[in-house]
């Protein structure tokens, strides 16, 4: 579905766009208008912190619903989700621990730049970000400056989706 049949083209430095270690993203089809992510290139894949996963099936394709607490260091504020589950894998955490995950494939935007990508569904309520974009996430689109943050702007004081800035 977002898969391109054209091989994928390496952006050059020069017309990569300038990102800080933590950036504004959006999830629209997921109705996250705005969510703080850490842009993270020791991690492979992307994280979205989740609670509640349950796996579905709807006429025949394998769905999973899913809330999300969008403030960070709360939980007081829940948005749902339903995505069709796109894979299922073993992801190592940063502190070297297991766990099985599911898989969903959905448009990131960010800096006015819309892709697909894939997010691993894990609760990341203990963790400063309800967010990570993992290297395969940015797909060379950016140049990263990790001493500087929000590179692409603030959101405003409150969203829609409940983020705060």
Same mark, same amino acid.
Do not use: C, W
């Given at each position: 579905m977002f898969r391109s049949t054209h091989p994928r083209k390496q952006n050059s430095v020069e017309s990569r766009i300038q990102i800080g270690w933590r950036e504004w993203v959006a999830l629209p089809e997921l109705g996250i208008s705005a969510l703080k992510a850490k842009i993270d290139t020791g991690a492979r894949? %992307?994280?979205?912190?989740?609670? &509640?996963?349950?796996?579905f099936e709807e006429q025949g394709r394998k769905r999973v619903r899913f809330g999300i607490h969008p403030f960070q260091r709360r939980v007081d504020r829940e948005i749902y989700c339903v995505a069709d589950v796109h894979d299922q894998r073993w992801v190592s955490d940063s502190g070297g621990h297991r766990e099985q995950r599911i898989v969903i494939l959905t448009p990131l935007r960010m800096g006015g730049v819309e892709w697909p990508i894939e997010?691993?569904?894990?609760?990341?309520?203990? &963790?400063?970000?309800?967010?990570?974009?993992?290297?395969?996430?940015?797909?060379?689109?950016?140049?990263?400056?990790?001493?500087? %943050?929000?590179?692409?702007?603030?959101? %405003?004081?409150?969203?829609? %989706?409940?983020?705060e800035s």
């Open positions: 894949t %992307s994280a979205l912190h989740a609670f &509640m996963v349950e796996p997010l691993t569904l894990t609760n990341r309520d203990t &963790m400063r970000f309800r967010m990570l974009l993992g290297r395969t996430g940015m797909q060379d689109r950016f140049e990263i400056h990790p001493d500087r %943050s929000y590179l692409l702007g603030k959101a %405003s004081k409150r969203s829609p %989706s409940g983020a």
